[in-house]
């Protein structure tokens, strides 16, 4: 492609895949940058003549991440490619973004300019959007690889969003488990957390 912008009817695709968008400071801030990146860029796409299409994905299962060959949250792909330069994670420290036992899952640290950021920073999401407006620069990012694996990180943080909860599995809410019985009796008395019934009423 040559170094002038693409043509009005070559759209450029941005895909923001994410685990959480609630209480994930990394996905909330990465969304609210992207808003940003694009606001500074509107009048450079509108005078080429160029469209953008944002498409938000809540990654809810682990079929779902390996159908989007999904490496880490939150990720932004513009026309495909991870605009990430490198696959970097730390603990998130969100409460969405731990596995059923608590632990803590790891989430997307970005590289740019020597530094390093928790949600994907304004000026990398601008590069990678002129980059791509002038000539489709492909750009060396953390991409799923060819053949595909899920992340170890990300089976553990969707296995663990299939455990049922106590509320959810136990013959009696949490609260009635606490008076039903003495703490040395409870196995005896509220039997295992399962929907199958048990003797604490």
Known sequence: MSSSAREAADPITIDFLFLDLTTCTRCVGTDQNLVSALGIVCDVLAATGATVEVRK???????????????????????????????????????????????????????YRGGEYLQAPVGLIVDALLGELYGGVTRPGAGAPERYELPDNLESFFAGMRQPSIEQSACCSPAQQVSCCEPSAKAGCCGPASGEGCSCQ
């Open 57 to 111: 994905t809540l990654v809810e299962t682990a079929e779902h991440a390996r159908e989007l060959r999904f490496m880490s949250s939150p990720t932004l792909r513009i026309n495909g490619r991870d605009i990430a330069l490198e696959l970097k994670e730390s603990p998130c420290g969100a409460e969405a973004c731990s596995c059923g036992d608590g632990e803590q899952i790891a989430c997307r640290v970005w590289t």
